[in-house]
């Protein structure tokens, strides 16, 4: 079983419009509604690739049942600890014209020190029979900074491999906890090191902490930092239109490689692959599979010199 903690959950809404215009009345040609939060995107494509999935993190109010309804039917299974606050809601609005997207988050609702407990307690006994966990997004209000640094440590403690995506203080107080990997895009890295060249970022970020840092540069790929040597895996091409969970299906990607067993390289084409077939698709959390299946043959990866 792979477990997936989205600490600040959130109904995702896309909105696709023609065309996107500020300052202007726009016709909805679409509307999407999922079960979102970057663990729970990577819950479900994990489950699609075949995965036994558990999610846990938070979830409450009108919309935090939306979001379990509507996540029953999956094979997720759900182990959401109930809030009194209401679970945030995202919007992305894409416009169709461009394929570009515009995200608007909410804050999401605050967390009391009794629910932080109870949601400690379920996430100690879920690491019982997990083969690996990953800790995902945001902090919601009334989570205290260093909260991911604790779940680190717990799941240290119990001898299951943990991956962290998050970013800003969150992560640098969990990578401090020495996770197995970490998975920042480009600007987290910079923002967690103060470098901008790709090497010396994802060194300096393994000196930090992490056993493993895998980063991501958008259209140019991915570059791995690991025990085992440095790779950088691109796609054939860039492709164009909703990256929402692009990068929570890397996560899974990398997350199925772990618990398989099977060489960086093959990890890093997975990731690479999901990603992009992830942009191809209309929602976060779910893949285009054909897209996903040619892509694994074009994915190009090469070992680096450190």
């Known amino acids: 079983m792979i477990l997936t903690v989205t600490l600040n959950t959130a109904l995702d809404l896309t909105y696709r419009v023609p065309?996107?215009?500020?300052?202007?009345?726009?016709?909805?040609?679409?509307?999407?509604?999922?079960?979102?939060?970057?663990g729970l995107n990577v819950a479900r494509v994990l489950a699609a690739l075949g995965y036994e999935t558990v999610a846990?993190?938070?979830?409450?109010?009108a919309t935090g049942a939306t979001l379990r309804d509507q996540l029953a039917p999956t094979p997720v299974r759900d182990e959401l600890v109930e809030t009194a606050g209401p679970t945030r809601r995202t919007v992305a609005v894409v416009d169709t014209a461009s394929g570009d997207t515009t995200q608007l988050n909410e804050p999401g609702p605050t967390v009391t020190a009794a629910e932080w407990t109870a949601f400690?307690?379920?996430?100690?006994?879920?690491?019982?029979?997990?083969?690996?966990?990953?800790l995902c997004g945001s902090l919601p209000p009334g989570i205290h900074v260093g909260a991911y640094a604790e779940l680190v440590r717990l799941a240290r403690t119990a001898g299951v491999p943990v991956l962290l995506d998050t970013s800003g203080e969150p992560l640098r107080r969990g990578i401090a906890a020495r996770p197995d990997l970490v998975?920042?895009?480009?600007?987290?890295?910079?923002?967690?090191?103060?470098?901008?060249?790709?090497?010396?970022?994802?060194?300096?970020?393994?000196?930090?902490?992490?056993r493993a840092v895998v980063s991501s540069h958008g259209p140019e790929g991915m570059l791995a930092a690991t025990p085992e040597g440095?790779?950088?895996?691109?796609?054939?091409?860039?492709?164009?239109?909703?990256?929402?969970?692009?990068?929570?299906?890397?996560?899974?990607?990398?997350?199925?490689?772990?618990?398989d067993g099977t060489p960086w390289p093959e990890r890093l084409t997975r990731a690479?692959?999901?990603?992009?077939?992830?942009?191809?698709?209309?929602?976060?959390?779910?893949?285009?599979?054909?897209?996903y299946e040619e892509l694994l043959t074009r994915v190009k990866v090469v070992e680096e010199t450190p």
Do not use: C, M, Y
């Open 19 to 38: 065309a996107l215009t500020p300052h202007a009345s726009h016709r909805v040609t679409q509307v999407i509604e999922r079960p979102g939060g970057k």
């Open 56 to 61: 846990t993190g938070f979830a409450g109010g």
């Open 120 to 134: 400690r307690t379920r996430f100690t006994a879920l690491l019982d029979g997990a083969r690996a966990v990953a």
């Open 183 to 210: 998975k920042p895009n480009a600007e987290e890295l910079a923002q967690l090191t103060g470098a901008r060249e790709p090497h010396r970022a994802t060194r300096d970020a393994r000196r930090r902490g992490a």
């Open 230 to 259: 440095v790779w950088r895996a691109t796609p054939p091409a860039a492709v164009k239109g909703n990256p929402t969970g692009a990068g929570d299906s890397a996560v899974a990607g990398l997350l199925s490689g772990l618990v």
């Open 272 to 291: 690479v692959a999901l990603s992009a077939a992830t942009v191809l698709s209309p929602v976060a959390g779910e893949f285009d599979a054909t897209a």
